[in-house]
Antibody, heavy 121, light 111 residues
Framework: QLQLQESGSGLVKPSQTLSLTCAVS??????????WSWIRQPPGRGLEWIGY???????YYNPSLKSRVTISVDRSRNQFSLKMKSVTAADTAVYYC?????????????WGQGTLVTVSS | QSALTQPASVSGSPGQSITISCTGT?????????VSWYQQHPGKAPKLLIF???DRPSGVSARFSGSKSGNTASLTISGLQAEDEADYYC???????????FGGGTKLTVL
């Protein structure tokens, strides 16, 4: 059964870089059968799609975040990562990783449990 | 402001049926059958309920069903149960540069 687990810095100072990793178990990222995505949810608010990576190298980002975001895959560790630079308080959110189904993407399943990132000095 | 529009809240009594709407545009929900629905309990990750407008993943109760007409998709929950109380989000593929759009979420209260 596929499981995803986020990890990374829970507290980031303004203007610094947020770094998160999603460890994948039960499937091989290298198989190329699926794409992998990051989605976030500010406290008390709705979901926002950040971007995704497919074929382990091709990425697509939400235009509103594109200039600050990088998603990459580490095949040797079977995980993928999110880096977001120049963060502000508006980037405070629970960050989820998820497997993407269908080219598009079409839907997200499963999701990781999520990790709260707080941007504060 | 979310790209897809959902009612902020809906409510129903146990055993009843409720429907949550999700309205988009001809660039997303109206143009593609790539609508998905997610259930989120407090403090938990979203869980996939419906994909491709009306398909249910294995393990999801048949009480959950999806449909679409024009630019509006709907999630219907029949035979409401206490454990259905949660937030529900719709999502759609979009031909805009955003690619994926979510609704703002609907809080379901089981009275």
């Amino acid at each position: 059964q596929l499981q995803l687990q986020e990890s990374g810095s829970g507290l980031v100072k303004p203007s610094q870089t947020l770094s998160l990793t999603c460890a994948v178990s039960g499937d091989s990222i290298s198989s190329g059968a699926y794409s992998w995505s990051w989605i976030r949810q500010p406290p008390g608010r709705g979901l926002e799609w950040i971007g995704y990576i497919y074929h382990s190298v091709t990425t697509y980002y939400n235009p509103s975040l594109k200039s600050r975001v990088t998603i990459s895959v580490d095949r040797s560790r079977n995980q993928f990562s999110l880096k977001m630079k120049s963060v502000t308080a508006a980037d405070t959110a629970v960050y989820y990783c998820a497997r993407v189904h269908g080219s598009g993407p079409r839907w997200f399943d499963p999701w990781g449990q999520g990790t709260l990132v707080t941007v504060s000095s | 402001q979310s790209a897809l529009t959902q009612p902020a809240s809906v409510s129903g009594s146990p055993g009843q049926s409720i429907t949550i709407s999700c309205t988009g545009t001809s660039s997303d929900l109206g143009a593609y059958n790539y609508v998905s629905w997610y259930q989120q309990h407090p403090g938990k990750a979203p869980k996939l309920l419906i994909f491709d407008v009306r398909d249910r993943p294995s393990g999801v109760s048949a009480r959950f069903s999806g449909s679409k007409s024009g630019n509006t998709a709907s999630l219907t929950i029949s035979g409401l149960q206490a454990e259905d109380e949660a937030d529900y989000y719709c999502a759609s593929y979009s031909s805009s540069s955003t690619l994926v759009v979510f609704g703002g979420g609907t809080k379901l209260t089981v009275l």
